[in-house]
């Protein structure tokens, strides 16, 4: 009899006999993947190779056609891998668990039932009152996956996504920057002869850091600006080298400006609106052809003349200089950002199911915890229900009430 093969990556091939191999779960999961609609949103919560993971282990995934499209997955890679593909999103959200890489939209919202677990971004800046009712109305257990932590306390989905926003947003500033016609037509690392690009990155956090080491792979010549010293001793530690590093200054970021061939906004905002840190006067003070991308224009720019763009338009001249406006750069590179969040999922998941429930990793972990905003119907984000009005319920005590 010949083995089967499943589908994993290119250069994996598994066959059925190592499948079985696996060690199966303690307790099986139905697991649902719907294709997302948000406008922009090209990434897929699973992949192909994390789904025969999972199904090796006993679980159960339930995708919807084309749900990977966007990142490159066909629907026959995922049957391959052992999923199975339906066309009706309803019954994708008959599954125990709902995996999205963007939040639930109305619609979807008023598939949920109780205690179905959702796992998606909470994107706290966007987010309503009547999103959250809603999740409450249909006692939903609501997990941000962007406030998920590990143990060492970091965030593995903030630091995976913006560690590819930092190399692509140097990626799309090369390519801005060499276009003749509404750019300035130069290399950003120069040549010799010819002095390299003046990069200005505004903040020194994840997508900053990894900015930083793309620009100077490239030969660019950085700047960068914090307005917290801590982050740029630890960002100079982090490169390795000597940095030009500056706490903010109206006068010293103008004069930066005045010279800068590329901006980057990377600023971001744990609860609402990132700081103005460049006005319009700024702006209008910059060289012609030069480019301007704010990765915090989801959460209002920290540069006044910012404003969000899509991937089909996505740039805007406003008083000479280019301005890259598009949110969520790491949908861009889909395919990479795909991978990234499968891998951390998958290892959620996969802990969930040797646990033998949700529930209890949920009470095992407290990295987990701090990432669930509402438990079978109860706020339990002290932040949202001061912010929403609503009645807050503590999650420890959920937890060991046996609710």
């Known amino acids: 009899m010949k083995e089967q ?16 191999a696996f060690e199966h779960a303690k307790s099986s999961l139905k697991i649902g993947i719907p294709k997302e609609t948000t406008m922009q949103e090209n990434r897929v919560a699973l992949v192909p190779h994390s789904v025969i993971n999972l199904t090796a282990r006993g679980h159960e995934i339930v ?13 026959h890679e995922y049957s391959e891998a052992g999923a199975q593909i339906v066309h009706d999103k309803k019954s994708v959200f008959e599954c125990d668990i709902i995996l999205k890489v963007a939040p639930p939209t109305q619609e979807e919202l008023e598939y949920f039932r109780p205690n179905q677990i959702l796992i998606s971004p909470l994107q706290l800046p966007t987010i309503t009152s009547d999103y959250i009712q809603m999740l409450r109305q249909r006692r939903v257990t609501s997990l941000a996956m962007e406030y998920m ?20 947003v140097i990626h799309t500033a090369a390519e801005l920057l060499s276009d003749s016609k509404n750019g300035k037509g130069i290399l950003l690392g120069g040549i010799s002869g010819v002095p390299p690009a003046k990069v200005v990155i505004l903040g020194a956090g994840v997508v900053a850091e990894y900015a930083t080491r793309a620009a100077l792979a490239l030969g660019a ?6 307005d917290k010293i801590h982050r740029l001793i630890r960002i100079q530690n982090r ?17 930066q400006l005045m010279s800068a061939d590329v901006v980057i906004g990377a600023m971001h905002s744990k609860t609402g609106r990132t700081p103005i840190i460049v006005t319009e006067e700024m702006v209008m003070k910059m060289k012609s052809g030069s480019v301007i991308i704010d990765v915090s224009v989801d959460q209002g720019g920290c540069i006044e003349t910012s404003e969000v763009t899509s991937h089909e338009k996505p740039t805007r001249v406003v008083h000479g200089v280019v301005h890259y406006g598009v949110p969520n750069i790491a949908s861009k590179v889909s395919r990479t950002a795909s991978i990234g969040i499968s891998n951390i999922i998958t290892t959620f998941l996969q802990q969930a199911g040797d646990s033998g429930s949700i529930e209890k990793i949920i009470y095992d972990y407290k990295g987990l915890r701090n990432g669930i905003y509402t438990y079978k119907g109860c706020l339990t984000n002290e932040y949202l229900a001061q ?10 005590l959920l937890l060991t009430s046996g609710i």
């Open 63 to 75: 995708i919807e056609s084309e749900a990977g499209l966007k990142s490159n997955y066909s629907d």
């Open 5 to 20: 093969f499943y589908f994993a990556e290119k250069s994996q091939l598994l066959t059925q006999a190592q499948l079985l």
């Open 149 to 168: 932590q590990a143990d060492d306390n970091s965030f593995p989905i903030v630091r995976t996504m913006s560690e590819i926003a930092g190399l692509a």
């Open 387 to 396: 912010r929403f009005g609503i009645k807050y319920t503590n999650l420890d």
């Open 221 to 226: 010549e950085v700047r960068i600006f914090d």
């Open 239 to 255: 490169i390795g080298r000597q940095l030009y590093t500056s706490a903010f200054n109206p006068v010293t970021i103008l004069q």
